[in-house]
């Protein structure tokens, strides 16, 4: 399968990044097929498009005629077999590994054999998800980030399953899809996260031990090294529980100190101080 061959694409899951991805696979012309666990939650992403394509409209990025457009080439479904036909899949289901791997393993038996499978998994092995098929070699992670529509990276995730074709393939769709693609190896966190993460980790430390204010750390990164934000900031924005989560697995797959979650970090998490969603982390927000 080509990239420039790709007619119909199948999305698993269809909350905060898979309707992102639904939104930017159909805004470059292709149809979506998207997968949900019920008509509730088929209609709840349906929703979720139609809010962020009107937003668009509103901000002047998309015309309306357009957008009529987009949203009829993307349909939802509780029913895996209507995948059968998609040119590409692209796997965005909660984040957890046995849902996953099942997941992975009924794609296998529903898609046509020469369709790649996609995953946007975070911290999930490729080679895990590659292992529940009988085609690894046509398995690869494609992790979009969030906003999908607004922001240009994916990271492909090679496993050691994955074919190079596989993966020149991926760089092809990337382009497709208007986004830069970067390679990683198939080990937790890829590129950005494994950077991520312990800077983030560093800057709680810091405020933990009373070594300088919230607002000299943020400000010191915001004005020092032009980042549109300081560390507990952008903390407060991906949500605490979810930088715990994300630290967690790292510090898992690799045992380093730079890794583990502060302790500042989980009583905050167990507080409910999860950032700006519920009005409150290192700093207070109105909600
Ligand atoms: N949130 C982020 O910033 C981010 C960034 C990059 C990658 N990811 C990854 O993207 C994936 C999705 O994350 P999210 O933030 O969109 O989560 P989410 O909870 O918003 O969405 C997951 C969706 O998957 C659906 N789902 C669960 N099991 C399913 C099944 N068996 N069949 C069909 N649908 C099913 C759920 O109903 C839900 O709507 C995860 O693997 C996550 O690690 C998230």
Redesign the pocket.
């Known amino acids: 399968m080509r990239a420039e061959d790709v007619r119909t694409v199948g999305i698993?899951?269809?909350?905060?990044?898979?309707s992102g991805i639904a939104e930017t696979v159909a805004r470059a012309g292709q149809t979506v097929v998207f997968?949900?666990?019920s008509e509730e939650?088929v209609e709840r992403?349906r929703n979720r498009i139609e809010t962020s394509t009107l937003r668009a409209v509103e901000r002047g990025r998309l015309e309306t005629p357009e957008r009529d457009a987009l949203l009829g080439r993307i349909s939802g479904t509780t029913d895996v077999h209507e995948l059968a036909d998609v040119d590409l899949v692209i796997e965005?289901?909660?984040?957890d590994h046995d849902?996953k791997v099942g997941?992975f393993r009924r794609l296998d038996e529903v898609t046509k054999p020469d369709v790649i499978l996609a995953s946007?998994?975070?911290?999930i092995p490729i080679a895990d998800l590659g292992a529940a098929t009988s085609r690894p070699d046509k398995v690869l992670g494609m992790?979009?980030?969030?906003p999908v529509p607004v922001m240009g990276l994916i990271e492909l995730v090679r496993a050691i399953t994955t074919s190079e074709d596989t993966v020149e393939f991926g760089r092809a769709y990337g382009v497709a899809l208007g986004k830069t693609t970067v390679e990683s190896r198939d080990r937790a966190g890829f590129i950005v996260n494994a950077l991520l993460i312990p800077y983030l980790n560093g800057a709680i430390r810091m405020l933990e031990d009373g070594f300088a204010t919230r607002e000299d750390i943020d400000t010191a990164i915001h004005l020092g090294l032009n980042h549109p934000m300081g560390p507990l900031q952008l903390i407060d924005l991906i949500g605490l529980d979810t930088h715990l989560f994300i630290a967690n697995v790292l510090f898992e797959e690799f045992k380093e100190p730079t890794f583990a979650p502060p302790p500042l970090l989980r009583r905050m998490v167990t507080a409910g101080r999860l950032g700006r969603k519920v009005g409150r982390g290192f700093y207070d927000y109105e909600v």
């Open positions: 698993i899951g269809c909350g905060l990044m898979g997968l949900e666990a939650l992403g965005a289901a909660t984040e849902t997941m946007n998994t975070s911290s992790h979009f980030f969030n």
